[in-house]
């Protein structure tokens, strides 16, 4: 897959890396329909002249007692060719909402299928729009600017 930004640099997707799950499963839990659940995404702000960005996606289902039925973790690295010149910044930025774009339907796969296999019933995550990921990525940037 290449992408070409405003900038005139050409964008390679080189590889989607597994970089880590973490699957933990609550025993003490009572079934019925009064759960809940969350959904969290981020973007891991390497520095500007790295060509990967990680992101993270962590789902976290509860009973309606608030114990914890499953938690899990996953994070993808997405590794990028660039050709051409362009603005850094403008570049980084593009790398950052593209990572978030090209890794989601990987992190819902994974999540629907680590659910189903554990015995508990499949769950899959909703999609996203292109605009939310993007939104997402650049609260992350921010997040971590001001962490920084």
């Known amino acids: 897959m290449s992408t070409t930004n405003s ?9 989607i ?9 609550g025993f003490a839990f009572e079934t019925g329909d009064d ?6 995404m981020n973007l891991e702000q390497p520095t500007e002249t790295q060509n990967f960005r990680s992101t993270r996606c962590t789902v976290e289902l509860k009973d309606a007692n608030e114990n914890v ?18 603005d850094a910044k403008g570049i980084d930025s593009y ?19 680590l659910t189903a296999q554990s015995g ?19 609260e992350s940037k921010e997040s971590s600017a001001m962490q920084g």
Do not use: C, N, W
């Open 7 to 15: 900038q005139e640099s050409i964008i390679e997707v080189q590889a």
């Open 17 to 25: 890396v597994l970089e880590g799950i973490k699957f933990e499963r």
């Open 35 to 40: 759960g809940q659940a969350s959904l969290g």
């Open 69 to 86: 039925i499953v938690s899990i973790e996953t994070k993808f690295r997405s590794e990028f060719d660039i050709r051409g010149d362009g």
């Open 95 to 113: 790398l950052s909402s593209l990572a978030m774009r090209v890794t989601y339907p990987y992190h819902r796969q994974l999540i629907a299928t």
């Open 120 to 138: 508990l019933p499949g769950m899959t995550i909703p999609l996203i729009s292109d605009a939310q990921l993007e939104a997402i990525a650049k």
